[in-house]
């Protein structure tokens, strides 16, 4: 059998290769803190079980779903847009139903990109964005996210002849893996850009429900030109811990989102009805949740961040989403300073390598994990500090 060379451009997906060495380490019988994958501990809001649990017994939502969605999620979606950043949205031609976030990130580059076309796509960043860029012939072109410039791109420092040739700006705010955020002024920045070169944006914003401090972060879409450039993909996985149950979305741009559609109605089948049911309950049904499994996180962040800053380690206090974005100590590369982490300490991180070479120097930390966990590995990190830690290796 031959495999085509498509799929020579493509490195093992991050996260595969973190969870087969913490596996194999299990495996030994060690017990591994993991800091390493954005995945909520904390179940999804019973409402919300109880709900797909009389969907399912239903047998109309046996049947084939429609790849649209049912009616009645996209206009749950436009009305939970509404109602948190007073966005509004056609529901029939602005919104689009989704496997979850992943699948329409993937697929969307095949809508905008054709082969050699450049995509510009920022480092660190969510690997999707460069692997769809990569499998639809594209090419990505990496704008660094650097702590000077509060990891915003500098829109400035891309040269013209690339931005003429760009066809697609991936934005992500709050953003992965650097948990710095973005306001309405830098993504009226970004339309001026998108605007000046013809080109589409993609904000992928999933985290935006999960803020701390009083803090509500924005959609892309508040502003009222950005439905002429772009559309925002959205999840309800971090906001309603559901990631296992792959539901998203797309809105905005109506063009795109009909773009969209055309290319994922021929390879899917839409979300399984009895989970869009579901997922109409939770966008539609008490919200208290939200600020609940935000206080979790809160009093998490706050503890580890304060941990990694006395142990050697350099962090900010993200304001939004569930990830530390370390320093790690001067004399390591991301990927040494993982694996002493792992091979000394039993704690698992995402060296920051992975996100792309802007990443180098930085582990990221998820705080989706127990509380008696996370102390645990606070823990551990204080034991490593006093056994292990030399200054400047
Ligand atoms: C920045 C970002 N975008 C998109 C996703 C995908 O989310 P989902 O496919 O669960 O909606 C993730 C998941 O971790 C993410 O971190």
Redo the contacts with the bound molecule.
């Keep these: 059998m031959k495999l085509s060379h498509r799929l020579d451009k493509l490195p093992p997906y991050l996260f595969v290769e973190i969870n087969r060495r913490i596996a194999q380490k299990r495996n030994q019988g060690e017990d591994v803190v993991s800091f390493a994958i954005?995945?909520p501990d904390i179940p999804t809001p019973a409402h919300i079980i109880e709900h797909l649990c009389q969907a399912a017994y239903d047998a109309c939502n046996h049947r084939y779903p429609e790849t649209a969605g049912l009616p009645e999620l996209c206009q749950a979606i436009a009305h939970w847009y509404d109602k948190r950043f007073g966005v509004t949205l056609d529901p029939g031609n602005e919104v689009l139903p989704?496997l979850?976030?992943?699948?329409g990130?993937g697929h969307v580059s095949f809508c905008l990109l054709d082969p050699g076309d450049i995509a510009l796509v920022p480092d660190p960043g969510?690997p999707?964005y460069s692997m769809s860029t990569l499998l639809a012939g594209g090419k990505p072109y990496l704008l660094s996210l650097t702590e000077e410039n509060d990891f915003l791109p500098d829109f400035g420092a891309i040269p013209d002849e690339i931005a003429r040739k760009a066809r697609l700006l991936w934005l992500?705010y709050p953003?992965?893996p650097t948990g710095a955020v973005a306001g309405l002024e830098f993504f009226q920045e970004a339309v001026r850009f998108a605007r000046k070169y013809d080109l589409a944006i993609c904000h992928?914003a999933?985290?935006t429900e999960v803020a701390f401090d009083g803090y509500r972060p924005p959609s892309f879409l508040q502003l009222p030109e950005a439905k002429e450039v772009g559309i925002e993909?959205h999840?309800?996985?971090?906001t309603y811990n559901m990631?296992g149950w792959?539901?998203?979305m797309a809105v905005g741009n109506a063009r795109l989102i009909n773009a969209l559609f055309r290319f994922k109605s021929n390879l899917d089948s839409g979300i399984p009805q009895a989970i869009q049911q579901a997922a109409i309950k939770a966008l539609t049904g008490p919200q208290e949740c939200i600020a609940e499994h935000n206080a979790i996180y809160q009093r998490r962040r706050d503890k580890l961040v304060n941990t990694i800053n006395e142990v050697g380690l350099r962090a900010r206090l993200p304001k939004a989403g569930f990830y530390v974005w370390a320093k790690v100590p001067q004399g390591y590369t991301s990927l040494e300073f993982t694996s002493e982490l792992l091979d000394k300490a039993n704690i698992a991180v995402t060296p920051g390598v992975g996100y792309g070479n802007a990443g180098e120097g930085y582990i990221r930390l998820s705080l989706t994990l127990p509380d008696d966990r996370l102390d645990e590995g606070i823990r551990r990190f204080l034991r490593w500090h006093t056994t292990s830690y030399r200054e400047g290796k």
Excluded at 100 to 103: I, L, M, Y
Excluded at 235 to 238: A, D, E, I, R, V
Aim: hydrophobic residues 25%; proline residues 4%; neutral net charge.
């Design positions: 954005g995945d989704l979850g976030s992943k699948e990130i969510y999707v992500n953003n992965n992928d999933p985290y993909f999840s309800l996985s971090k990631t792959r539901v998203g």
